[in-house]
Every structure is written in structure tokens, then in C-alpha cells.
């Protein structure tokens, strides 16, 4: 068994050790001390990182007979004396999260009754699972109390208990360990059995802010972030508000109203440039159809229209038909090669069909009603209209 520092002492980040055992394993190195401040991965926290004399830490693991194996770049030698220093940042990072986990399910568990049936502590946020779905109302009350409750201050004591003695403790959650357990108590407000490491004072914990959830099978998941983390979350949300406001020269609280209203001009644009694709396409389809040849029994248009969308090419065929006696075929010259075909309401061609058939002959996709289709054929423009004068009319 290896002595674990951080159960008693959550602070401390360095300390010397004698190196029990040191194997290769590939191109790192499993090593084992007498003593170790390092948390190995457990509980939803991850490992810490740092160094154990010139050998970098690059992982840390617990093994089932309560061994701690540290994972490094370099061997150590076996009964020599190390100093182990661990990367304090990120260890302080994940106890903010962790003590700011046990607070945030305490508040849901005292409001409203609901339990936290799980918690992951991500490189950026971390997460509870809750065992029903809580409204917005109630996230907010809880963030505010678990806010509460770090502004207190509260000391956050640790203690060992027989199993005994925990029965008769108020914990949040079964224990899942058996034998002695290790006991978190946040002052007055939580009862956990945990192995993680935590502040020994709720205000090291910052702030808690709920950073967004999601509904799911009669369960919420919801996103939190603590000290540092609720700091660069506000940052990174600023820098998006501050750019917003820039680009549309409004402030923050008028940002929503504004895109609703780019949002609605938009729209109004768009079918204004309807409107004028319609008038220019019955002014085109004039000309075309005093020039239109004659195939078998019908006048066909047959272009190509470069570097406009399908939506012209519908407009365009759609007032060329718009007379009796038409078929209109239009490609752009996009690839694949989109082609629209319509015909008038007396002509018997099935528009449709024909689509199909070029489709099969030609390569693409597309299809469409008896009086007008659409699609994207894998031929160039040409040898579509080629296409179009051999097959229609006859
Ligand atoms: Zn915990």
C-alpha cells in the first residue's frame, strides 16, 4: 500500500519519497514510492502531473491492492530518496471542480430533493448527472446556495470512519467503498464519503457558475465551471458579447433584438429579389420563346444560364412554360450540372420521367412531377441540351 499525502493533506505539493520499485513498460517507466502526494485517477478526478526528481510525471494510476503507480518519462532507482513535486495549477483546477461538485449536488439534494447519480471532471468543464429533470428556476437557486455556501467560507474537514460510525452519518450517497472510509465534510451543509482531493476552505473555491444543461430521459445533465475556469468561461463569453456589439453597433442587451432583426430584414430582402427574378425572367422568356426552334411537335428553350443557382433556373423555366406550346430545359454550369425541366400545361411531355431517363443515361440525381423536374447531372452542360434535343418532342 502506498501512503497517500493528499488523503490528510490536500496542500501539499512536494515532498520526498524513496522509490520503491521502478519497470519498463515500452518507452515509460511504472513507478512505485513509499509515500505520494500525487492523486491517481479515481472518483471522476483525474491524475495529477509534475515531476519526481528529473523524471516527468506523465500519468498516475491506483491499482486494486491500493498501490499508486506513476507513470514517467524516465526510471528512478530502487531505494533511492526522490522529491516529488506536483503541477499545482491543474491539481488546485481539479479541487475547485471537485469541492464545487460536492457543494453544487448538496444544494440540489437539500432544495429539492434531487440526487446526483454522476460527476466527470472534463479538461474544461465538468458535469453532474441528476435523477430527474430540474427547471431553469430551480438551477438557479442551487447555483445561488452553492454560492452561498462558498462565500461562508466554510471550513471543509476530512476524517476516517469505520463503516460503523458512517451509518450513523448523514451522507448524500451510500458509500460504495467498504471497510474504513474517508469522510468529506463541507461545514454544516454535506456529508460525502470520497477519496478525491479537495479545498480545505469552501472561499478557494471561488465561484460556481452552471454553465448550461440538457434534458434527457427523465435526467438533467448539467455543465458547471469553478474558480479559474468560471473566470476564463466569463472572459471567453465577454470577448463573443464584445464582438457582437461591434458588429452590430448596438449594446449587449440589445444584441438578441438586433439579429431578430438583421434576421427579418433578411427575409424581406429575399423575397424582394423574387420578385425582381420573376419580373426579369417573364421579360427573358419573352425574347426566348420568340426564338425558340422547334422540336417535333413542341418549341423548346434550351440553355445553359453560367453562374446562377437552381432557384433562377426554375424561375426562368417556369415563365418560359408559362404560355402553351413550350418545353424549357436550363442548366448552370455548376458542378455536378444542375438542370431544371418544365413544360407548358397542354404539352404531354412527363417532365419527371424524362429526369429519370437522364439521370440513367447521363449519371447524376434528380426527378420531379409529370409538368416540371429538377436534378444534378454528372455531363457537361452541352451534352445535356445534346441530350435534351435528341430525346424530346420526337
Ligand atoms: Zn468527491
Redesign the pocket.
Known sequence: MTTRIYFTDALATEFDATVVSSVAAGDRFRVVLDRTAFYPTS???PFDTGTLGAARVLEVEDDDAGVIHHVLNAPLEPGTRITGRIDWPRRLDHMQQ??G??ILSAAFDRLFQVRTTS?HLGADVATIDLAREVTPAEIAQAQTEANRIIWEARPITVRFVSEDEASKLPLRKEPVKTGLLRI?EVTDFDV?A???T?VPQAGMIGAILVAGWERFKGATRLTFVCGGRALRSHDALRDVVVAATRALSVLPSEVEGAIGRLQSEAREKERELRRIQEAVATLRAGVLRHSAPTLGRVRGVLLTEPGLDATWLKVLASAVVSEPGFVAVITGDAKPTPVVVARSADVALDAGAWMKRATAELGGRGGGRPEAAQGGLDASPARILEFARATIGG
Do not use: D, N, P
Open positions: 472518483g471522476g478526478q471537485h469541492t461538485q460536492h460527476f468529506v460525502s470520497c477519496g478525491g479537495h
